[in-house]
């Protein structure tokens, strides 16, 4: 079925004003990457994940976070907490640096979630590499394992905020 997908081809998805083929491509991609993170983390494998794909999964994420009614779970958790993602630094484990241009700052109400690809007065600020970001807003990286810089707190509360996956 996926063989002849085209990007512009209308099809069904679990998110409503995502109905694309292009919507449900870019969610294998990512789905893939971060599962083949998982398997060769469990085998004491740590590679980091492409910056250029890491940045889009922020990205994609935080649409998500956005369009998909099933996040509208964490709404009764959300009161005015704003994050900024932002990319650089040295992944606590020694990873390379990080290149990068990424920055987002999610704002999580009661209204739902609003992002933006600029910096901006935020809560705290959780800097990574791209890589470690994507991992982090996935529940695979902890407060600990990132650079926190304001209420640690809101940091350790993002999948409550963000919802579940």
């Known amino acids: 079925a996926l063989i002849g997908l085209g990007p512009e081809e209308t099809v069904w998805t679990f998110v409503p004003p995502r109905q694309t083929g292009a919507f449900v491509l870019r969610r294998l991609a990512m789905e893939t990457v971060i599962h ?6 469990a085998h004491g494998v740590e590679r980091p994940i492409d910056e250029g794909l890491a940045r ?3 990205d994609e994420m935080l649409m998500m ?4 009614p099933g996040y509208e ?23 390379r640096e990080g290149s990068g241009p990424g920055r987002w700052l999610a704002s999580f109400d009661n209204d739902g979630v ?17 890589s470690d970001l ?14 926190i810089e304001g209420d640690t707190e809101i940091a350790s509360r993002w999948g409550d905020l963000a919802g579940r996956f």
Request: aromatic share 4%.
């Open 56 to 58: 889009d999964g922020v």
């Open 114 to 130: 609003t992002t933006s690809a600029h910096e901006g007065p935020a809560d705290v600020s959780v800097t990574g590499t791209a």
């Open 36 to 41: 083949r993170w998982d398997a060769e983390e």
């Open 73 to 95: 779970s964490a709404k009764d958790r959300r009161t005015v907490q704003r994050i900024l993602l932002r990319e650089g630094g040295t992944h606590p484990h020694g990873m």
């Open 65 to 68: 976070f956005q369009d998909d």
């Open 134 to 147: 994507l991992l982090f807003i996935m529940g695979r990286r902890t407060p600990e394992e990132m650079r």
